[in-house]
């Protein structure tokens, strides 16, 4: 992990271009609302987490997100509280920061899912310009969503607000109903396996080659990860996931270097399995 040094609290500086100007106090603002939270008596404690929260956290969403849920102090920080979350009734309600209790988000799961239509999309997380990114918890089974928006706001990313909804049917069956088939019903998910199914895997004799072949459907249920059997979740970064017919589900490993991703297609009216990426260290 990197070497770090968390910051205290800084001053926003006014940028002279009067275009600006409004955001920049409407940030401002924001944070000041933020910090007027933070007693005088924590300052000891922030020193003391400054020894384990990387410097450049703010810089890429990924290293924020494992702060914001390993440490809850570092999370009381990063909320604008009261912290405004939209229900599936479309009902307002404030959560004070007394109130509060800690989210671990993927944390302290094994991996977290990512979801993308294109390959080119898979390298967003790296961008360091991007300023809104919202994570998402799909309840298969409950066709239910809860949604996070975090905004970086002078340089900081902070959690803005909470919204959960319904996710109403449609008259075809969208990638969520599909796979939560296919991760419960081995049977099913027999069905819907090109074969013989792309694989792509580091090559055993050399770690800076990349292997690819094929397998059977015997071979898939042999090697294949343990699927997420209710919840899908997601990083948003700003991938839109309008082609209807591909679906890429990324399963990311956290702190364990697990890394397989599975490409979907839709042929037809069927979703299928059509490769399998095991690039894990």
Known sequence: MKK???????LLLLAACSGKKAKEERDRALLAKVDSTISQDSIDSLEQAAAVVPAKADELFDDFMYHFGSSSRFQLKRIVFPLKVVNAENKNTFVPKEEWTHDHLFTQQVYYTLMFDNERDMEIDKD???NN???EWTYMAKHMKKEYYFQR????WMLTYVRK??????KEESFTDFFYK??????????????????ITTDPDDDFSVLETTMEVDQWFAFRPKLPMNTLTNINYGQKCKNPNARILSLKGIGNGFNNTLYFKRRGQQWKLVAFEDMSD
């Open 128 to 130: 360091t310009t991007i």
């Open 133 to 135: 990114v919202e994570i």
């Open 165 to 170: 909804y319904n996710v109403e049917p449609t």
């Open 182 to 199: 296919f991760a419960n019903d081995s049977l099913y998910q027999r069905e819907h396996i090109q074969e013989p199914l792309k694989f």
């Open 4 to 10: 770090t040094l968390f910051g205290l609290i800084v």
């Open 153 to 156: 706001i002078g340089g900081r």
